[in-house]
C-alpha cells in the first residue's frame, strides 16, 4: 500500500475513534426495541450482534414510508445509492465502489451488487429486478465486499429482499389500496393482497398478488408542434405463491413461484438538445425545452417479464443442518427506443437528403436470460463456542442479448445514396434490409464455486471469524452484427477466471449494549470481452483511441473496516469506518462518436469513508433516526492512449462516477393514542429529509465540464457548429416527505406527500452518439399526494 492510501486508512481509523470517544447521547429510558433477527451470514442471527456493517428495513418500516421500490427505500440506508433510469432499469451501489452507468446496450458487464430473494440470486446488470415489496419480512443490505458467501457480483455489498413464509399455524390475510398524483401528472395506486392459509398441521400456503399503476410526468413534443402527457406511464403486475411442507419433524420444504411483469410507455428523461427539437433550426421550428419534457417521433417502451421457480429444503441431522437451494430464473425484456435521432445524426453524416433524415427509427433491444443455480450446505446449528458453515454452488447462465433498429424505407435511400444492392450487400444474413443495424449476443456463463465460514467464541467478550470461497467462472460469446451502421462481424469470444476469496472478521464485546468489530474481506466482479466498435459512425480519432480496448480482466477489492454497535433501551447506534482498495476497476465509457460503450480496466481506485445510523426515542411516542455516509471515492492512476492522453476522465484523483461523496437522511414521528369508533387507535405524523449531494454520471463528465457538445450536424437550417452547452455535475438536492396516518391492529389509513417541494432532480445524463444527436436528464418524480389504506384479517 503507498503513503497515500496508509494516510487515508488513518483517516478512516481516526475517523471511527473519534465516533468511539464521543460521550452518549442523554436519552430517555423507555421500553427496549424489539430485536431484529437477519439471515445476512446464512445463519439466523441478530443484526447487533453480526461483526460487520447490515441494514434491516423491516416490513414495518416499508409500511410506514410508503417505499414501493428498492430506490424509496434506500432513503434511510446509509451507503446505499440507487441510480434510477426507470422502473426494473435502476443500478445499485454500495460505499461509493461504482464503474458508472451502464446502459443497455453492454450485456456483457457484470453486476457490482449482488441481488437476492431469500436464497435465490435474480442479479442481472444493466436490469436490476424491480420487485415488489409488498408482504416482505425485511430488506438486508450488505455493506463491503461479500464474495465469501454471495460470490461474484458482490464486489460492493448484497440486497437481499427476504419475504413472509408460509405460517401452518394461523389464517391470515391482508389488503392493501393505493391512490396518487402527480404534480402535473397523471393518477396511479395499487391494489395488493395477501392470504396465508394452514392446509394442515404441516403444511401451508402463501399467496401474494399486486398490480401497480404508474403515473406518469414525461411530456413528449411530436412532430408537427403536438404534444402527448404523461407518456412514461407504466404497470406492474405479479403473483407469489410459497407451499410450506414439514414432512418429518427434521425435514422442511418450501417451493415456490413468483411472476412478475413490469412495463412502461416511455423513459423518464428530460431532454436539452434533439437533433429534431432545438433553437438552432430555421427551416424547422426552433425548440427550447422545459422541465420534464422531450421529442419524440416514435413511441417507446419498456418491459420485464419474470418468472422465478425455486425449491428450498433443510434436513436436520442431530446438530447439523442441510440445505438445499435449486431455483430458475426466467426473464424477457424488451427496450424500446426511439432512436430517430440517433439514425438521422448518421444519415447526416452520410448525406441522405431531409426524407431520409427524418424516417423514424425504432431501436429494440432485447435480453432473454435462462438461469438455473443450485447450492447444497452444511452448517452447524447449536449453541457451542464453535460455529461453521461449508457448501458448494453451481450457476448455468443462457442470455441472449439481441439489438434491432427497424427503419421503414431506409434501405431505398441507402441503395439510392450508395447504389443499388448495397443494403443487402451489407445485410450479413440478417433478413430486414430496412434495419441499418442488427446484433446478435448468445452469452453463456457457468460457475462453481466452494465456500465455507468458521466462527470462535474466544471468550465471552471475543469472536472471530474466518471465511473463503474458491471459484472458477467460464464464458463463452459469440457477436453477430449486420447492417450499415456495422463491421459485419461474426466471431467468439470466452474468458475465464478462477480464484480464491477470503474475510476475516472479529467481534469484541465492551459490555452488554456495545461491540465492536473489524473486518477484512475481498470481493470480485468477472471480466469479459467489449463488443467491438461500430466503425462506420466512428471518427478517426475515436477508433484510434478505442479500438484497442477489447476486454477487460476480473475487478477484485480489499474491503477494511471497523465498526461500533450500541444496543441501549431507546437507542440503537451503528456505525463504521472502511476503506475499500480496488484494483482493475471496470470503468464504463462511451466510445465518442462511434455510438458504442467500451468498459476499460483502472489498474487502481479506492473508496472510503464513514457511515452511521441512529435511531432513537427520547420520550414516549417520539421516534427520531438519523443516518448519514461520507465517501471519498477516487481514481489512483491514470489511463491513456497510445499519444499519452487521457481517457474519458480515467485521471488520477478524479471521483468514481455515480456516487455522492455526502448522504444524509434524518426522519421524526410522533405516535399518539386516538379514540374513536368504539376502540382504542394510534395516530401518527411523521417526516423525512434526504440529502444527496453532487455526483457525475460518468469518469469522463468531470474533465471539461462545462461541456460545450458540437453537434456537426448541419440539418433542418441549424449551423453544423451548433453547439450546446451543459453542466455534467449532477446538482446535490434535498427531499421532503411528510405524512399522517391512523392505525389499529387489523387497519391502517395513510395520507402522504412526497417531495413535498416538488424538486426536479438530474439523476443520470443521458447522451446518443457522444451527445451529437441528443442530451438530457433522467429525472425523479415530481410532488406526490396520496392515500393508503390497509386491513389486516
Known sequence: MNKRKQLRSLRAVSALALALSAPPLALAQVAEEEEIIVTATKREASIQELPFSVNAQTQEDIQRTGSGNLEELSRNIAGLTIQN?????????????????????????????????????????????????FDLNRVETLRGPQGTLFGSGSVGGTIRYI??????????????????????????????????????????????????????????????GGRDEDVNSGQRSGLRAALLLEPTANLTITPRIVYQETTTDGFNRQEVYNLF????????????????????LLDEEFSDE???????AVLTLGGVDLTSITSYVDRDILVSRDASALTG???????????????PSNLRDTTQLEQFTQEVRLSSNGGGRF?????????????????RLPTPGYAGFTDAVFGAGTSAAVANGF????????????????????????????????????????????????????????????RTDSTSSDGFTPRVMASYALNDSVRLNAQASQGFRLGGVNDPLNLPLCTPEDEAIFGAFQSYDDETSWNYEGGVKVSRPGLTFNAAAFYNDIENLQVTLDAGSCSSRISFNVPEAHAGG??????????PGVELSLGGTLVNAEFDSTVVDGLGNVIGGLREGNRLPSVPEYQFAATGAYYFPWEMFGGDHEAFVAASVVHVGSRFTQPSDQENNPRTFVHGLPFGGAPAGAATVVDLELPSYTTINVNAGLESEDWAFIFYVNNVTDENTELAFDRERGGRARLGFHVNTPRTFGITARRNF
Open 85 to 133: 433510469l426507470g422502473p426494473g432499469q435502476s443500478q445499485a451501489a454500495v460505499r461509493g465502489v461504482s464503474a458508472g452507468q451502464i446502459v443497455r446496450d453492454q450485456p456483457g458487464v457484470k453486476e457490482q451488487v449482488g441481488i437476492y430473494l431469500d436464497e435465490t440470486v435474480i442479479s442481472l446488470s444493466l436490469f436490476t429486478p424491480d420487485l415488489d415489496l
Open 163 to 224: 419475504t413472509n413464509q408460509p405460517d401452518p399455524t394461523a389464517f391470515e390475510g391482508a389488503i392493501e389500496a393505493n391512490l396518487n398524483t402527480l404534480t402535473d401528472g397523471g393518477t396511479g395506486g395499487h391494489l395488493k393482497g395477501m392470504v396465508n392459509m394452514p392446509l394442515s398441521d404441516n403444511a401451508a400456503l402463501r399467496l401474494v398478488g399486486y398490480h401497480t399503476e404508474y403515473a406518469g410526468f414525461i411530456d413528449a413534443l411530436r412532430e408537427g
Open 277 to 296: 427539437a432545438n433553437p438552432y433550426t430555421t427551416t424547422r421550428p426552433a425548440v427550447t425545452f422545459g422541465e420534464r419534457e422531450q421529442f419524440l
Open 306 to 312: 419474470t418468472l422465478i421457480a425455486d425449491v428450498t
Open 345 to 359: 445524426s448518421v444519415s447526416v453524416d452520410l448525406g441522405y437528403p431531409a426524407a431520409g433524415v427524418l424516417l
Open 387 to 403: 460455529q461453521w458453515l461449508i457448501g458448494a454452488f453451481y450457476a448455468d447462465v443462457d442470455r441472449t442479448y439481441a439489438q
Open 431 to 490: 433478413p430486414d434490409l430496412d434495419s441499418p443495424y442488427n446484433a446478435d449476443l448468445p452469452y453463456q456463463l457457468t460457475q462453481v464455486a466452494v465456500f465455507g465460514e468458521a466462527s470462535y467464541d474466544v471468550s465471552e467478550k471475543l469472536t472471530l471469524t474466518l471465511g473463503g470461497r474458491f471459484y472458477d467462472f467460464e464464458e463463452d460469446r459469440r457477436f453477430h452484427s449486420g447492417g450499415l451502421f456495422s463491421n459485419g462481424d461474426d
Open 610 to 619: 464513514v457511515e452511521f445510523e441512529l435511531s432513537a426515542s427520547p420520550a
